[in-house]
């Protein structure tokens, strides 16, 4: 593919992939008669010169913008009630997500709570909730600003709980977004850390959802493919980013958060409580660990590794050949090979396992992961 022109995918929603697409937003709108938009970002985004020519040029079509930026890095339920709030006292028609993960999944959140007063965490996937998700929602553009969660074409939300800092995952095919404009110019402003750390959610996301125990091989396919094209980008996206480096990372990204309805698996496991805890970035927390979660993955699983080898065109088809990339791939890109190294002490660790092993994402891992098995990961990886 060329890099200097709009494609469009429909799988799972509609994509319109491209530098430049985000310019179709406005009479995207318009000709869905759209004219009062909530638009949800986060602070950072919100003080950028792409954000502003978005908002800009969405006024200069008559389109009324209203602005919700007041979300944390890691978000809470209150981020949600608050946004919801905003579109109510302002009369919104439709929501638009532009940003990270963190900011789609309040958009996504919000978009739900709109026609679903009760607690928002009665919603919960993990407990049923998505069985009450039955009325209608608004309609949901998401645009991404980072190429790491995908959540711009997924259908659920990971919201924590203000007090608690357990984490709860809202689901239904409901807030799968209507359009996504995926450009990626909006990502090549983005740091090298954030590139760096974002990059490797993506990587994790991929390579979780191919080894996940869920039999689906059209995601096992999507899965390898998004790792090969992480391999191909990821470093120079972070050390001399260009167009073609960051359309790769892009789509990639995306295709992680594709192949991840098959399931996730211990790596995520080990990241969640890190962020809930201590706040720490979702990405610097996968990145770290999951040179860790794949070697305690690898026995059992040897052909598995040795198709994830082959896409990542490594000599040495095997487990350990994969974990030695990893930690590599974290050198080049200036991420710390231990949790020591971004603030984690070893008297978090008992509570962090029992945060992880009451987390979601282990039980799709190709093997059971006990609590004294977390323990062990972060003891090791400390």
Known sequence: MTFDKIYQYNFPTTIRFGAGSVKELGDYLKKNNLIRPLVVTDNNVAQLDFFKEIINDLKKKNISVEIFNDIHKNPVKSDVYKGTDSFDNTQRDSVIGIGGGAALDVARAIVLRINHREDLFKYDDLIGGDIYVTNDVPHFITIPTTA?????????????????????????????????????????????????????????????????????????????????????SLEKAVNNPDLESRSKMLIASLMGAVAFQKGLGVVHSLAHPLSSLLDTHHGLANAVNIPYGME???????????????????????????????????SKINIPHHLGDIGVKKEHIETLADLAIADFAHPNNPKPVSREDFRNLYSKAI
């Open 148 to 232: 790491g969660t995908g959540s711009e074409v997924g259908r659920s939300a990971i919201i924590a709980d203000d007090e608690t800092h357990q984490k709860k995952i809202l689901f239904s095919p409901k807030l799968l977004a209507k359009i996504v404009f995926a450009d990626p110019l909006l990502t090549m402003e983005l740091p090298p850390f954030i590139t760096a750390a974002t990059g490797m959610d993506a990587l994790t996301h991929n390579m979780e959802a191919y080894l996940a125990k869920m039999p689906h091989p059209l995601c096992e396919g999507i899965a390898l493919e998004g790792i090969s094209l992480i391999s191909q």
């Open 296 to 330: 305690f993955n690898t026995e059992g699983f040897e052909h598995k590794f040795k198709r994830i080898a082959r896409a990542l065109e490594l000599k040495d088809e095997t487990g350990k050949a994969v974990v030695n990339y990893l930690f590599e791939l974290n």
